[in-house]
């Protein structure tokens, strides 16, 4: 059985539910300030998240946020001082008491959903520069995902379109560090175990680095938490003659699990994330995923213009530091150039249906329309644009192999699952794993190459091979992707 989600990321629940929808219900009120849910909690206290932006994008900028947002009454539970930015949880009209402060750019809700607590202090937590601690595990496979047999690397048509098996040796690429940012890697699986550098893993599913050893593993009980694996086999399996071959197969994988037990991906999250593979040392970081509760954010509202600058804050970082983004365009099928749609903001709601939002080109869905991110769209095996695929005239960067939801394991794309199994599946999101891994064959035959150096590697490779049948530059960008050599 192959699975796509029209969400933008493969098999992937959007709404809350069992114990957590009953929780989240008792606490939240339904009192609207400013854009965000308060709401109160008893018999203790409960939250929602901010991300405060100062004017200054480093350490005194975030301590400029940190001060002024304690003094409007906020908790800060994280400092991005790569960025001038804090993570806070705060009660009551927090956002505008600290947006009248001077210094301040920017302050925004990263849910509607409420926080039921601050962090628990973990040992670790919160250092961008700890390493691996004492343990904790947690592999699950996602039940609703049905698998499919070992494919004993046979017949990897999605390989084959962007000229897989030319990647370096296994020995070269080793030197190569790529991020997966997503629902956690299974590091225990045959295709992955040697991959997983567990002193660049760490989850940010709290918005907090936490490097304790397991901490990147898939969530139990959370949906779509299989994903990360697939993501992560499609772009670094080994090579082995079992399993599945990554499109640069010898890489180091970062893990960094980004979904937390409400399985949402908060901005708070992409932001630790992004945050610790650069500062890591990867050279291509993953985003198969949009960030919640907003499937595209508007710039006329306050919090999402917040949410906005602080990704886009973090994705600059990381492109500094080095690192190419890749994100995928989505799997709404909807022209990203073009006023569209959205039906499902907020995600994180409660109870009853997201009003329909009609928006402008002006909204953008995060990471994949940031600037300078590598934004890429789906092909079938036949090399033609999915149907399910988001697509624009100057929003898109890349095309690459994504397959077809019906099109069983011969028509999806077959990689690693938790667990040590194997599933096909269909999305944008494979689509983008193939670029990263490109990326990172990239990086080995060229290792002083800069982030735009090793983008212009893979738009050329991909131009030069762009025949007619591309033309249509809203569905390919710069065409088709091929291993660059």
Request: charged letters at 20%; hydrophobic letters at 40%; proline letters at 7%.
């Amino acid at each position: 059985m192959v699975q796509a989600h029209p969400s933008g990321r493969t098999a992937r629940r959007r709404r809350l539910r069992g114990p957590a929808r009953a929780l989240l219900a008792m606490l939240l009120t339904a009192l609207v300030l400013g854009g965000a849910v308060p709401y109160m909690a008893g018999p203790g206290r409960a939250y929602l998240s901010y991300l405060v932006l100062a004017e200054g994008e480093d350490a005194a900028g975030a301590a400029r946020a940190g001060t002024e947002s304690r003094a409007a009454g906020g908790q800060v539970v994280q400092e991005y001082p790569q960025i001038g930015a804090v993570l806070v949880y705060a009660t009551g009209p927090f956002a505008e008491r600290v947006r009248a402060r001077p210094g301040i750019a920017a302050v925004g809700a990263t849910r509607t959903a409420p926080v039921v607590a601050p962090p628990r202090q973990v040992a670790g937590a919160g250092d961008f520069t700890a390493g691996p601690r004492g343990g904790r595990g947690g592999d699950r496979a996602d039940g609703e995902t049905v698998t499919v047999p070992d494919p004993g690397e046979g017949d990897a048509w999605n390989l084959a379109m962007i000229g897989g098996g030319a990647a370096p040796g296994p020995d070269v690429l080793h030197g190569v560090l790529v991020a997966v940012l997503d629902s956690g890697v299974d590091d225990t699986h045959p295709d992955l175990r040697a991959a997983v550098d567990p002193k660049a893993s760490a989850s940010c599913a709290d918005g907090r680095p936490d490097a304790r050893t397991g901490a990147w593993r898939p969530e139990p009980g959370v949906a779509e938490s299989g994903h990360g694996t697939h993501v992560a086999g499609i772009v670094g399996a080994a090579r082995d003659g079992h399993g599945v071959s990554g499109v640069a197969p010898g890489v180091r994988i970062a893990a960094v699990r980004l979904l937390g037990p409400l399985g949402q991906y908060y901005a708070e999250n992409i932001v630790c994330g992004l945050l610790w593979a650069a500062d890591h040392g990867a050279r291509a970081i993953n985003n198969s995923y949009f960030a919640d509760p907003w499937k595209y954010n508007c710039p006329e509202d306050a919090d999402q213009a917040a949410l906005v600058a602080a990704v886009g804050r973090a994705a600059g970082y990381a492109r500094r530091k080095g690192a190419v983004v890749v994100a995928s365009a989505g799997n709404d099928g909807q022209d990203l150039g073009a006023a569209r749609t959205d039906e499902r903001s907020p995600n994180d709601r409660i109870s009853g249906p997201a009003p329909v939002r009609r928006l402008g080109t002006e909204c953008v869905r995060l990471p994949g329309e940031l600037p300078g991110v590598v934004t890429v769209t789906a092909l079938d095996r036949d090399g033609h644009p999915a149907g399910y695929s988001n697509h624009g005239r100057g929003r898109v960067s890349l095309a690459a192999p994504g397959g077809e939801p019906d099109g069983g394991p011969q028509g999806a794309v077959v990689s690693d699952w938790p667990d040590g199994r194997y599933a096909a599946l269909a999305g944008t999101s494979m689509a983008a794993a193939h670029v990263t891994g490109a990326v990172a064959v990239a990086a080995a035959l060229r290792p002083g190459a800069g982030a735009d150096e090793l983008v212009g590697m893979l738009t050329g490779a991909a131009g030069a091979g762009c025949a007619a049948g591309c033309a249509e530059r809203g569905y390919f960008g710069a065409g088709v992707l091929a291993l660059p050599r």
